[in-house]
């Protein structure tokens, strides 16, 4: 892999930030976008905008054909059976949600258990509280280890058939950790449960194929695969999605609407209501093209080496503790420096243009679990590089001079 030629396709990686070459570390709350991608959504404005799915003329068929074609896209990326189990969403959020609202207002019931781990994104916890709530429900939570691990000993202590949804993230923002999902969906199927994988940070990184995984849902967000935002998709299996009931009314997701009664339209539609977000889903498609051009095995090894070399280098600065060490782990690094408030790094660095992510990063129960207040998180992807690592430990060398 090429990482100078790959550098060359995102355009915002050229900029100054305060003077400085960008150095772009904040990669897990959202990547930056190639060329193809911008590209693609100028062509789409540019030469064929139009409402999808109902117009008759040129333009609206075009853009339906290419609205379309990210469908299939999304379901080669992720390995589902059809397109009809791909819902366009605007992100993980909303496919989490979306899954709350509609199968969990249907299935789950008092005395229930919502089973979900301690460094679940409060996007993966408050949807399944408010359903908690709602339905008399009790949501039981998988501990962390010092290490940053999922304890599965805990989890199979947990896992009762009072269990009805096991809604786990792939892959950790905040600590990197990979959890062992197919292990733990096995498990979960062994008493019944339905299985929801939160895979926001794993879709970048690892392969995906949700029927290997036997996962009855998946959530990824486009914004986090070189995509845009607003556009995301949840996977579910058919026969689930086609017993759920529907989640948003109006345009799009009916067959017959009287005063009387509306019937719904089939997959994927019954789920997506009114105008979506076409072209950013339409630039979808050339992220995920482009992942696959230069091929997630490439990524993932440069992004390992890139990992190794950055934990190796950052432990040699005094004070700094890394927050998340488990064995399987994708290309972050959390860490806190005694004596220093990470949002404190956070302003040094920025001074130096080295983007990183400080704060809690929305799993606050996963810092409690910590005791710290956050973490600097600085997220790897496919076109950084060791220079860049050996900038951000010599910018915290010398905000470690400045502050302590
Ligand atoms: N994490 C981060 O900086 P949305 O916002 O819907 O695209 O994704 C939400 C979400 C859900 N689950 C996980 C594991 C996530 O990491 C995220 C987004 C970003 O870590 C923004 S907080």
Request: aromatic content about 8%; glycine content about 8%.
């Amino acid at each position: 892999m090429n990482v100078a030629e790959i550098r060359k396709q995102f355009p915002i990686l050229e900029r100054t930030v305060k003077g400085r070459p960008l150095v772009y570390f904040d990669n897990a709350a959202t990547s930056q976008k190639p060329l193809q991608v911008i590209e693609a959504l100028r062509h789409y404005y540019s030469h064929y905008n139009a409402n999808i799915h109902r117009g008759i003329h040129t333009l609206a068929e075009e853009a339906t054909m290419a609205y379309e074609a990210t469908r299939m896209a999304v379901k080669d990326f992720i390995g589902a059976a059809s397109t009809e189990e791909i819902i366009f969403t605007r992100g993980t959020t909303e496919a989490i949600n979306l899954v709350a609202y509609t199968w969990g207002r249907q299935h789950i019931s008092k005395g229930d258990e919502i089973l979900i781990s301690e460094m679940e994104h409060h996007s993966n916890i408050v949807p399944w509280q408010l359903l908690c709530e709602e339905k008399g429900a009790s949501l039981k939570v998988i501990p962390v280890e010092e290490d940053g691990s999922l304890s599965i000993s805990a989890f199979r202590e947990l896992l009762t058939e009072r269990t009805k949804l096991l809604s786990v993230v792939h892959v950790s923002n905040a600590l990197g950790t990979v959890n062992p999902v197919k292990e733990m969906t096995d498990a979960a199927h062994a008493v019944g449960a339905k299985v929801l994988i939160d895979g926001a940070q794993s879709a970048v990184h690892l392969d995906i194929d949700v029927q290997d995984l036997d996962a009855d849902f998946f959530a990824f967000s486009g914004h986090k695969v070189y995509g845009p935002t607003g556009v995301g998709a949840l996977y579910g299996k058919r026969e689930l999605l086609e017993s759920m009931p529907v989640f948003q009314g109006g345009g799009e997701m009916i067959r017959e609407v009287s005063f009387e009664k509306t019937t719904y339209a089939d997959l994927p539609y019954k789920y997506e209501a009114g105008t979506p977000n076409i072209a950013d889903t339409i630039a979808l498609k050339a992220a995920l093209d482009f992942i696959s051009e230069i091929g997630k095995v490439n990524i993932r090894t440069h992004e390992e080496t890139l990992l190794n070399y950055a934990t190796e280098q950052l432990k040699t600065l005094p004070g700094l503790r890394i927050i998340g060490e488990a064995q399987n782990k994708v290309s972050l690094v959390s860490f806190v420096i005694e004596g220093i408030h990470p949002q404190d790094l956070g302003v040094l660095l920025d001074n130096m243009g080295i983007a990183v992510r400080t704060g809690h990063h929305c799993t606050q129960p996963l810092m409690k679990r910590f005791g710290i207040p956050g973490t600097v998180r600085a997220s790897f992807a496919l076109y950084n590089q060791k220079e860049e690592i050996d900038s951000l430990v010599a910018g915290l060398q010398k905000a470690i001079k400045m502050l302590l």
